[in-house]
């Protein structure tokens, strides 16, 4: 099969277009034939080499994909030969024309999504509910702002948040970005490249700030989430790209919790919680992700650049029949 490997660390230019060995299903696998890949930040931090998570060289990047299963090993009962199904795997391997996966790492793709939306499922759509439900235990009636709307986590959070009863605040960089954030269910969307922004959120909420955040770039905005927040307010830092200075003082007065998250920290059980809610929620049509790019496997490379990129809207996705 076709597969982009990394043989060593570096820029996007280490991803190589090759022909490796079809991968076969052992016990309790799957393997399944990917129609479209999600292409996620964390995939260019790892082929940096800089990242927590260094893969063994050689390997296949990627963790999340959307296919048919093509083979089913020893022992497995859940899934059958041609079932859709998307694949959330941490540990790599989706950049390629097939995938072996555990059962555990495969679900059900519903007749109403397509490929490329079940490849935005596994890193973001978990990601958002587990910063909202599990780490910041946001509840129907409060206020989210989801401060960086307009990505892949973006877009998740505002349409579990919405779906939930929560009033939701995003923001974005771009017209076209908020007009998206508004149409998946932000009850108020605003810039955050406009000069005292945050002003507009506290406006919105009434002067009270909202009861939970999360943060998409903590380095630059936490100290100020912290100034808005509201009284026993929580924030999540889902994403961080260096070190910021706050006063611990804004977190006093409000009994306020700052919290972190790692997909990577999330166990088995609470992973089949995640996975069960997303797969409902395609279903009956309150989650549906926004695929942005669709570029051929070949050009990996362009999609690592573009994911880094600002002005996100949505999804960046792989097709390895393009
Ligand atoms: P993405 O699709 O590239 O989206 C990036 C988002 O950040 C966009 O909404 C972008 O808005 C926004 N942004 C840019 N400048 C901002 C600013 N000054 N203030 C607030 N937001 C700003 O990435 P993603 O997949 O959604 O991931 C978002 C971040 O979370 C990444 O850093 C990623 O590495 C991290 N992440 C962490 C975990 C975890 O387990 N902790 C899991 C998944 C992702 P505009 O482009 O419209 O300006």
Redesign the pocket.
Known sequence: MRAIRVHEFGGPEVMKLETVPDPVAGQGQVVVRVRAVGV???DT?MRTGTYAIRPQLPYIPGSDAAGEIESIGPGVTEFAAGDRVYVAAPHGGTYAERVACGVGQVHPLPARTTFSQGAALG??YA?AYRALFHRAQARPGETVLV????????IAAVELAHARGMRVIG????DK?LAAVREHGADVVVN??AEKYTDEIVKATGGRGPDVIL???AN??LDRDLGMLAKFGRIVA????GRVEINPRDAMGRDAAILG????NVSDADLREIHAALVSGLANGTLNPIVNRELPLADAAAAHEA??Q??????IVLLPDR
């Open positions: 996620n930040p964390v931090y890193v973001p990601t401060h960086g709307a307009t990505g892949g986590v973006g923001t974005g960089g771009t970005g955050h490249r943060e998409m770039l630059v905005n889902v994403g961080n790209r998250m790692t997909l990577f994911v880094m600002a002005g996100a809207l949505g999804k």
